[in-house]
T-cell receptor, first 111, second 110 residues
Framework: DGGITQSPKYLFRKEGQNVTLSCEQN?????MYWYRQDPGQGLRLIYY???????QKGDIAEGYSVSREKKESFPLTVTSAQKNPTAFYLC??????????FGPGTRLTVL | QKEVEQDPGPLSVPEGAIVSLNCTYS??????FMWYRQYSRKGPELLMY????GNKEDGRFTAQVDKSSKYISLFIRDSQPSDSATYLC??????????FGAGTILRVKS
């Protein structure tokens, strides 16, 4: 089955801790994206990558970092510099930016 | 003012009703318009995708774009309890990023 997988489904972080969210796709898509979703707000773009070894900041990149060493993988690290990290994180991929396909999401909670 | 405005709802309708979901936008450069459906605690799934103005139909779903009014709509005919979800509109200026509305919660009661 082709698709996007995200792990873990639920993640808990202590204050001052860095955590990494996994995103893998086997759709052979060049572009991958990370979004954050908060209640009552639309999806906000954190980072995106259109090609391996290259990525750009989105609207809310502060406190986050990414890497794109393989076409299939685009992990997101939530660093201790992100002051309000509790949210639902969504990874997406696309051939063209017009049709983005989303993974099932990771819910991150700060303890 | 947000680039994309969407009433959060919730919108509650009886089974079999026609549902109308809407978004307005301010950026006249948007060319691509999408509707995503998101079930609780899941990722969004692409429902409809329209380029420029006009209507597009897919089964019980019809997407409508009026660029002159900067207004898009999604109509659901013969609504079912399984249609209960959050519906997100999204728009794109080619070469730029996708901009999402906040989402409308729809509840279809049997």
């Amino acid at each position: 089955d082709g698709g996007i997988t995200q792990s873990p489904k639920y993640l808990f972080r202590k204050e001052g801790q860095n955590v990494t969210l996994s995103c893998e796709q086997n759709l052979n898509h060049d572009a991958m994206y990370w979004y954050r979703q908060d209640p009552g707000q639309g999806l906000r773009l954190i980072y995106y990558s259109q090609i391996v070894n290259d990525f750009q900041k989105g609207d809310i990149a502060e406190g986050y970092s990414v890497s794109r060493e393989k076409k299939e993988s685009f992990p997101l690290t939530v660093t201790s510099a992100q002051k309000n990290p509790t949210a639902f994180y969504l990874c997406a991929s696309s051939i063209l930016s017009t049709e983005q396909f989303f993974g099932p999401g990771t819910r991150l909670t700060v303890l | 003012q947000k680039e994309v405005e969407q009433d959060p709802g919730p919108l509650s309708v009886p089974e079999g009703a026609i549902v109308s979901l809407n978004c307005t936008y301010s950026n006249s450069a948007f060319q691509y318009f999408m509707w995503y459906r998101q079930y609780s605690r899941k990722g969004p799934e692409l429902l409809m995708y329209t380029y420029s103005s006009g209507n597009k139909e897919d089964g019980r779903f019809t997407a409508q774009v009026d660029k002159s009014s900067k207004y898009i709509s999604l109509f659901i005919r013969d609504s079912q309890p399984s249609d209960s979800a959050t519906y997100l509109c999204a728009m794109l200026e080619y070469g730029n990023k996708l901009v999402f509305g906040a989402g409308t919660i729809l509840r279809v009661k049997s």
